[in-house]
């Protein structure tokens, strides 16, 4: 009997220890909670972003995945940017539109990297194409034209802090001129992996000049561009995207491989190679237009054991 009456005794003990266990643990893990949503708000402001994947604690980790090795026609945004800047002109001109402000580029930037997009250059798009490289899932192409200061003080520490990729279109005969980035700063960026492109000498409009002219526009920023750089330049963009059967005929005859237009648009293929449409990101433009424009990614596979 006083066996049995123990037996009574310890059970209760030993029920009222886990409950008290299960207590603390279940504060714990609320304290835990709380603290990692503290250090990962909510974004507050701009296009819904994609909440990361819930893991848990013995989840393997996922495989890098690319996109489907020779898929084409491929669907990779070339994004088109202008002036990184606070536009001095007023909303609806042409300067205002061109502008986009240095804060909503960081947020752009941010929006980007925190939806999983991969920021590439041309080479490895054009690679990809004649199927010599892979491309990483939901690649992005950044691009900006003509080559203003503000690329080099304002846009690129951005582009450094997330570790993108991009290409610079540089008019090799404005290059030191007030507004513009240097030869030296060419060099620079070059060096640091942002992809040098040509964008004529002076900014012309392709379509209208003479021919002579037209081939001096296109063979000599070329030409300019490598003798700063030491290696050849490949990328070509019509200024104004303005182009025709002649202005790409030259294109192809000074050795450029590929060439982008102001056509909207995000379909590349090699066929199309020398009129690559690009998506214009304007000044004041909403996060989540900026997110809708990219279009549905290109199907992605696995990597890795």
């Not at 003080?153 to 997330?162: E, F, I, K, Y």
């Not at 507004?179 to 030296?184: H, S």
């Not at 998506?279 to 989540?288: D, S």
């Amino acid at each position: 009997m006083m066996r049995a009456a123990a037996a009574v005794v310890v059970a209760i003990v030993l029920a009222a220890i886990g409950a008290d266990r299960i207590g603390l643990l279940s504060r714990w893990q609320s304290g835990q909670g709380g603290q990692v949503a503290a250090h990962h708000p909510s974004p507050s402001t701009g296009a819904r972003l994609e909440p990361p994947p819930s893991v848990s604690p013995n989840a393997t980790p996922s495989r890098p995945e690319i996109v489907v090795p020779g898929h084409s026609p491929l669907h990779v945004p070339v994004l088109m940017y202008h002036y990184i800047r606070v536009a001095r002109e007023p909303r609806g001109t042409v300067g205002y539109n061109l502008s986009v402000t240095p804060d909503d580029f960081r947020a752009q930037m941010d929006w980007l990297a925190q939806n999983g997009y991969h920021a590439v250059t041309l080479r490895a798009l054009s690679a990809y194409l004649a199927k010599q490289g892979n491309l990483p899932s939901r690649p992005v192409v950044l691009t900006f034209d003509d080559g203003y200061a503000d690329f080099y003080s304002v846009a690129w520490p951005v582009l450094r802090q997330h570790q993108f990729a991009a290409v610079s279109y540089v008019v090799s005969g404005f290059l030191g001129t007030p507004g513009y980035i240097t030869a030296e700063q060419v060099a620079e960026l070059d060096h640091a992996g942002i992809e040098i492109g040509a964008h004529t000498v002076t900014h012309v409009d392709l379509t209208t000049v003479q021919a002579a002219e037209v081939g001096h526009q296109v063979a000599d920023s070329k030409s300019a561009l490598e003798q700063i750089l030491n290696h050849p330049v490949l990328d070509f963009c019509y200024p104004s995207g303005r182009h025709n059967a002649a202005v790409v005929k030259a294109v192809q005859a000074a050795g450029f491989d590929t060439a982008t237009t102001t056509q909207f648009g995000t379909a590349e293929s090699t066929d199309n190679r020398y009129v690559w449409p690009r998506v214009r990101v304007e000044g004041g433009e909403p996060l989540a237009r900026f997110g809708q424009n990219l279009g549905a990614p290109d199907p992605t596979v696995g990597t890795g054991p």
